[in-house]
């Protein structure tokens, strides 16, 4: 370990010493060797080595806001899946209201769209290989070597997709040597979760690894109507993989995953209307937004597939590199990928049928990447290549809607007297002209052929400065197209001679298609400096773009949304290795702003919304008090708005504007064994949905029912997690129990919704306090 030179030592302090008092958040990552080569003491901060510049480098000399995770951290800390990682990243959350409708935000943008035309805001990737797609991109986190999430804008570094940030996940590859783990989970409902992993060599040159996660959980919303409850958890993922190594030159990786969900329906609950017995009309429950939910749907709608999701994905990935010389290697990434998903849903919170919904996505993808990398230990290293991408997706949305309802709905005769049941409409005389089922359907099509040419050189100017720069060249060769259809005319929409064949929120187009073409430049610029030893600050200026798209049935365009950063940030390890912080101030401007909307009839679009702007701050750190206690914490202040437009002034939807996290992990051997202590707090500040935050004159509803009331919004809350293990002395086996949400705190994920489009916003409940206990086994 070498020491701070003492000639520098009050500068660097007094530089990191903001940072040491107000940042957070923890690098956490699996033990590597220090400066000396020698393994780091128990006193000592893990560091973790990182790949985001294409190369192996320590986390502190890396001049990116990122924050890295190693499998085991993930392990210990339970993070089981995407949204459960959010809380503990300042500056990026996910929200899940299911594995088909994910939502990842990175400095207040927003990726969740399912549209089949729309491109990725925050590239999600597994091994540098994009996995974007917002119906395909919410996968398992197990058996991983480490997740690297990189913000800001990204485009140089991984591609198009990454206009304002990129997660990597990188997997566990196969090893030469034998090794084995298997964990078992349980808890209350209904709770079960086993994972396990075998790795093992067949030849000196051939070793394979396979590893399987099964997780189940029933319901936490109840189903007031009887049935499997909401919001349910079922998944099953397993992965294979092989790795060929014949030589010190040439190296091979072949991964293969497959995952398949299918939890209960989404609880999409109604605080317009109370719950009720469809059949008696009986009130069954209340309208809190984290109480029982009485929806359903009809009999017959697609195929019967009742209330809930069908997903499958699976993915083919050959990672190959080959050392052309000492100085030369050449990388290659190739992979196909193909996703699936039916979900049935009730967007309208109640149980009587006026409108049932489903989404049918499904995408294919295929990638090719060839990479060059220059290294000669001297002052210059580089990169550059090429890439194809090629994608074919499409998105289809079938809704059944009951006309009469309709027709009471938007008439303002909801409830009616008698209770809300189907037997007190059905014998409304006036109701007996309009259809009890018809079916509307309109399937949006895209598809991508796109070409990247990337360099990026890294000079050595000084032994202190680094500079760096990076440029990116994308050309897209698309095809949108868009057509629906219903199932016979709509008397409430108003169907006649005169007005032609009309549906009540799809209308009839015959399916077409339109061909475009899109090409953009994005670069990075970065300066860092080694103030002392593992203490340095760094400044970049870089670009993102979001391609242009067609949306709607009119194929309408859509401007590339382009985004411009500023970063400025400090990193380092202090105190003898014992204290790792770092932090970035940022400052974006966007010009196109691309943002999720609604048609007046509640189809869903991608509008332009604009200028927006965003600046920011982000921290981490990590401080090993004494061998056997580590304190690690995180802050994320975002203030992000949009400047001009219909929205202008508004915060961006799901960026609360602060965050916070905080944990300790304390140890304490025993003549018996080993104990582990660890409590996490998060925590964030008020935020919206939607970007019109509940405004009531930014919304635009249909019917007499306008939504007035702005409670679509979260207020700040916290979640208490708790964790506790015992491992037996000279065991390979490990005991634990485990509380997350301790303090039951009652929050929700989401409000608004589909049915926010008529006035009826629905809200989903976040999870209340789970318990559970595990045992695990290491090789």
Do not use: C
Request: proline fraction near 4%; charge should be negative; hydrophobic fraction near 35%.
């Amino acid at each position: 370990m070498r020491a701070i030179r003492t000639t520098t030592l009050k500068a660097t302090l007094a530089g990191v010493s903001l940072l040491a008092l107000t940042v957070a958040s923890p690098v956490l990552a699996a033990p590597t060797a220090n400066e000396t080569g020698a393994e780091p003491s128990a006193a000592e901060v893990q560091e973790v080595v990182v790949t985001a510049q294409k190369r192996e480098q320590k986390l502190v000399d890396v001049p990116i806001s990122l924050t890295a995770y190693s499998g085991a951290v993930l392990e210990e800390l339970g993070l089981q899946e995407f949204e459960e990682l959010g809380q503990f990243v300042p500056g990026f959350d996910v929200q899940n209201q299911s594995p088909n409708n994910p939502g990842f935000v990175m400095r207040g943008i927003t990726s969740d769209s399912g549209e089949a035309t729309n491109e990725p805001r925050v590239s999600v990737y597994q091994d540098g290989v994009s996995i974007s797609k917002s119906r395909g991109s919410y996968v398992e986190l197990f058996d991983l070597e480490r997740v690297e999430i990189a913000k800001g804008p990204q485009s140089t570094l991984y591609g198009r997709g990454a206009l304002i940030g990129a997660v990597n996940i990188i997997q566990a590859k196969a090893k030469p040597d034998f090794d084995a783990s298997l964990k078992v989970e349980g808890g209350d409902y209904g709770y079960f979760m086993t994972e396990g992993m075998v790795n093992a060599p067949i030849t000196d040159a051939l070793a394979v690894r396979l590893s399987a996660r099964v997780k189940k959980r029933d319901g936490y919303v109840e189903n007031l109507l009887g049935g499997e409850d909401f919001n349910s958890t079922d998944t099953v993922a397993a992965r294979l993989a092989v790795n060929y190594t014949p030589n010190d030159r040439f190296k091979l990786d072949v991964l293969y995953n497959y995952q398949q969900d299918n939890p209960s329906g989404t609880s999409f609950k109604s605080l317009t209307y109370a719950p009720t017995d469809p059949a008696t009309g009986k009130v069954v429950g209340d309208t809190g937004r984290n109480s029982g939910a009485a929806l359903s749907t009809v009999d017959g709608f697609e195929n019967g597939q009742p209330l809930g999701l069908d997903r499958r994905l699976w993915s083919l990935t050959a990672l190959a590199s080959y050392k052309l010389n000492d100085t030369l290697t050449l990388n290659s990434t190739s992979a196909y990928r193909y996703f699936s998903g039916e979900e049935v849903f009730d967007p309208d919170g109640f149980s009587l049928p006026l409108f049932v919904f489903a989404e049918d996505a499904q995408g294919k993808s295929a990638s090719q990447e060839f990479r060059l990398n220059y290294d000669a230990g001297g002052k210059i290293s580089a990169f550059g290549g090429v890439s194809m991408f090629w994608e074919d997706g499409s998105q289809r949305v079938p809704l059944r809607i009951n006309e009469k309802l309709a027709y009471l709905f938007l008439t303002g005769q909801l409830p009616i007297p008698g209770g809300l049941s189907m037997a007190v409409v059905n014998a409304i005389p006036a109701l007996s002209v309009f259809p009890s089922s018809r079916t509307e359907e309109y399937t949006n099509y895209g598809k991508t052929k796109s070409y990247d040419a990337f360099a990026d050189v890294t000079y050595k100017a000084t032994d202190r400065l680094e500079l760096a720069a990076g440029l990116r060249y994308t050309y897209d060769d698309k095809t949108s197209g868009y057509g629906a259809t219903i199932s016979s005319p709509s008397i409430v929409g108003g169907s006649s001679a005169t007005a032609g064949v009309r549906g009540l929120i799809v209308q009839p187009v015959s399916t077409y298609y339109k061909d475009f073409t899109d090409s953009g430049v994005t670069f990075r610029l970065v300066a860092r400096y080694e103030l002392a030893d593992d203490v340095n600050v760094y400044g970049s200026v870089s670009t993102g773009r979001r391609p242009k798209v067609l949306t709607g049935a009119g194929l309408s365009e859509v401007p590339a949304e382009e985004v411009t950063s500023y970063e400025v940030g400090a990193k380092a390890i202090l105190l003898d290795r014992r204290l790792n912080v770092d932090g970035a101030i940022y400052r974006y401007g966007y010009e196109n702003f691309q943002t999720s909307g609604t048609t007046s009839t509640g189809t869903a679009i991608t509008i332009n919304a604009g200028e927006a702007k965003a600046y920011g701050f982000e921290g981490q750190a990590n401080f090993k008090a004494t061998p056997d206690l580590l304190l690690f914490a995180t802050y994320g202040y975002s203030h992000a708005r949009f400047g001009n437009g219909r929205f202008e002034g508004n915060h961006f939807r799901l960026s609360p504007d602060h965050s916070f996290s905080l944990g300790v992990k304390a140890s304490r051997e025993t003549g018996i064994g080993t104990f582990t202590f660890l409590p996490t707090w998060t925590w964030q500040s008020e935020q919206f949905f939607d970007n019109n935050n509940d405004i009531s004159r930014l919304q635009s509803t249909t019917g007499t029912i306008k939504d007035t009331v702005q409670d679509e919004v979260q207020k700040a809350y916290g979640l208490l997690n708790l964790r506790l293990s015992y491992q037996p002395k000279d065991s390979p086996v490990t005991f634990g129990a485990f509380v997350t949400n301790a303090l039951d705190q009652d929050y929700i994920k989401d409000a608004g919704n589909t049915g926010d489009a008529f006035g009826i916003p629905t809200f989903i409940a976040g999870e209340p306090r789970f318990v559970g206990v595990s045992v695990s086994f290491k090789h």
